[in-house]
């Protein structure tokens, strides 16, 4: 089953970029790299998601390498409301019955005033 | 639009007891996947269904069931209760049918465990 790596904690000061690094080296090529998010006393919150090429939305940007096997989300300006834990995770559109989606632990990102 | 509704959204139960959680899909969604958050394992797979079928199923004892009705209403059951059940419970549903498709999470359903 497909598993994703990412850092325990982050740090970033408010305003500034914060790129959250996420590892997926056993990703298979039909794998969709998916971000959420989820701020204090809420369920997650979708950011944004890929297959291979970057991809822009009004919340984040998210890079691929070229072999897959990372990506890296892009918050532009980092704002006190970001402070969240951070998911990456693999979702395939082809997965059969069996497929068992792992979120693991995050990264929980804080953002200073 | 409603978003996914859960209920109850805290309850405590003791060792042994049984414990059936409820969830509402946004109007129009007809897959739901349910997951546990603890601090130690963060958030886990329990299963996934769609039009009434359970199409994923993560790594948890037989104790741990679900069901979807027809107007993709789903609910889940935990029987006996042990201590280590203690968790956040949270629902999602998706509009597609494949895997892609972008997750909206409920608030969840706290659950203790005495």
């Known amino acids: 089953d497909a598993k994703t790596t990412q850092p325990n904690s982050m740090e970033s000061n408010e305003e500034e970029p914060v790129h959250l690094p996420c590892n997926h080296s056993?990703?298979?090529?039909?794998?969709?790299i998916h971000w959420y998010r989820q701020l204090p006393s809420q369920g997650p919150e979708y950011v944004i998601h890929?297959?291979?090429?970057?991809v822009n939305n009004r919340m984040a940007s998210l890079a691929i390498a070229e072999d897959r096997k990372s990506s890296t989300l892009i918050l532009h300006r980092a704002t006190l409301r970001d402070a969240a834990v951070y998911y990456c995770i693999l979702r395939d559109p082809h997965a059969g019955n069996n497929r068992k989606l792992i979120w693991g632990l995050g990264t929980s990102l804080a953002v200073n005033p | 639009k409603a978003g996914v509704t859960q209920t109850p959204r805290y309850l405590i139960k003791t060792r042994g007891q049984q414990v059936t959680l409820s969830c509402s899909p946004i109007?129009?969604?007809?897959?739901v996947s349910w997951y546990q958050q603890t601090p130690g394992q963060g958030l886990q797979f329990l299963f996934e269904y769609f039009s009434e079928t359970q199409r994923n199923k993560g790594n948890f004892p037989g104790r741990f069931s679900g069901r979807q009705f027809s107007n993709s209403r789903s609910e889940m059951n935990v029987s006996t209760l042990e201590l280590g059940d203690s968790a956040l419970y949270l629902c999602?549903?998706?509009?597609?049918?494949?895997?892609?498709?972008?997750?909206?999470f409920g608030e969840g359903s706290r659950l203790t465990v005495l």
């Open positions: 999602a549903s998706s509009l597609e049918q494949t895997n892609t498709g972008e997750l909206f």
């Open positions: 109007s129009g969604h007809r897959s």
């Open positions: 890929g297959l291979t090429s970057n």
């Open positions: 056993t990703i298979s090529g039909t794998d969709y």
